[in-house]
């Protein structure tokens, strides 16, 4: 007698589940699918970060690492053709250069469909335009069914760069826990002190110098606010060092606090009454969407999926990156009007809740997961 009919299967491919805008997704989609709908797994390739792992709360989601050992690992295209045989998925869901060759082992390991995510640029390659990355990307594309960038800056890059046909993409928007990730309260209202604050990994491409500098000019043009401005940095990575020499450089090490990686970001942004994000570009920024939930106003430069997400004048300010003024500028815009601040904060707060629900970003996924099986 044949058992009861199980429900198909994805197998999330990541680079490694750990503290990411990328990862912080993964998660979301994961604990939210219905279990009747699809089940799932997440294979990471090169680890597992125990305390983001715990971010996954379902026991019906079995998470693999491979132990790929860093820069050229051929036996780990044997672990993975074997744990896909054992798995079987009807979908494999790549993301991102680091396991989009991991496309062409699923298909020699017979999984029927196939969807490899794009969600922003490497800090090396910050346009997508290596050539060595695209001959990868470009070799691996017929791999795959479907592709799904998180932007439509993303889609227009894949299609011009990578050479997707359009009829192959379908972009989906990132979605933001707007429960989790809330205005504050009065009782959390900072009072006189202005709290800036920026999340993102201290790497190159996040641009946290420019941030610095831009501090220090505000502080030389308004001697006023040396009590009242503070800088809170949250993240980590190869450039924490440098930057906390910049900034003692700067003379700002009483007014900056790097905090490393945290787990209750929320809370810090809750305390927070601007957000600024300086990266040179982006995909869908997750912080982004945090802060819009979190009823802060959001000063961004003007690249990649930003203006997607923030409405110049309406839910915040966007600066053009070549401007040497624009990201003081617009600081300066918010320090002197706090009542902008708020407009913009309330704003944010309702277009994160009416355009990029965790609902409809499940729902988006569901829909291409639903075509490609309903095809298979």
Known sequence: MNGPVQSPL??????????????????????RIPAGRYRQAIVCLAGIGQAFQRRIHRDDVEVVSLGKRPGKD?????????LLRRLRPTIVHTRNLGTVDMQWVAVAAGVPRRVHGEHGWEASDPRGLDPHSLRIRRACRPAVHRYVPMSRDLAHWLEAAVHVRPSRIRQAYNGVDTERFRPATPVEST???????TVGRLDPVKNHAALLRAVRTILDQRPDLDAALRLTIVGDGPLRGALEALAGDLGLLR??????????????LRNLDLFVLPSVNEGISNTILEAMASGLPVLAARVGGNPELVV??????????GAADGLAAGLQSYLDEPGLRRAHGSAGRRRAQENFSLDAMVQRYLDIYDELTCAA
């Open 10 to 31: 994805v197998a999330h491919v990541i680079y490694r589940l750990d503290y990411g805008g990328l990862e912080n997704g993964v998660v979301n989609l994961v604990n």
């Open 74 to 82: 051929p036996a780990a295209y044997g672990r993975m053709w074997r």
């Open 191 to 197: 009072g006189e002190v202005v709290r800036i604050g």
């Open 255 to 268: 007014h900056v606090e790097f905090t490393g990686t945290r787990d209750d970001t929320a809370s810090i």
């Open 312 to 321: 110049h004048g309406e839910t915040g300010l966007l600066y053009e990156p």
